[in-house]
């Protein structure tokens, strides 16, 4: 699951990241109440994270950036929590998927040599 990408050092890209995320939590397709609990969970730290950085990026213009550094620590804290359980979801759907590939290959290879 680790895939290449530059951490990014300013608040646009920093936003644009966060709502990637966003987008990809708001589509996920959960399929057990545990997965759709964790997706829902970090949607809402996300969410925080956004709001956040969008508060930040005002307050940088006046210059009191300080305020928003508290309220985005326990959100930050529970997305990483949250990278643990969304790694496992990622790992099971990954062996659903290669079971998946193992059924139809049988299905496939029995349907040929017994020409059903």
């Given at each position: 699951m680790s895939t290449e990408f530059s951490i990014p050092t300013d608040i646009p890209h920093t936003r644009a990241a966060a709502q990637a995320l966003e987008d990809k939590?708001?589509?996920?397709?959960?399929t057990n109440l545990a997965d759709s609990q964790?997706?829902?969970t970090a949607l809402e730290a996300v969410t925080a994270v956004l709001t956040q950085l969008n508060q930040k990026d005002m307050l940088?213009?006046?210059?009191?950036?300080?305020?928003?550094?508290?309220?985005?620590?326990?959100?930050?804290q529970t997305l990483s929590?949250?990278?643990?359980?969304?790694?496992?979801?990622?790992?099971?759907?990954?062996?659903l998927d290669s079971i998946a590939n193992d059924v139809d290959q049988l299905v496939n290879g029995c349907a040929t040599i017994f020409g059903v």
């Open positions: 939590l708001a589509n996920a397709n959960p964790a997706v829902s940088s213009r006046d210059g009191a950036m300080q305020a928003t550094a508290a309220e985005v620590k326990v959100p930050l929590g949250l990278k643990d359980q969304l790694t496992e979801i990622s790992a099971r759907l990954a062996t």
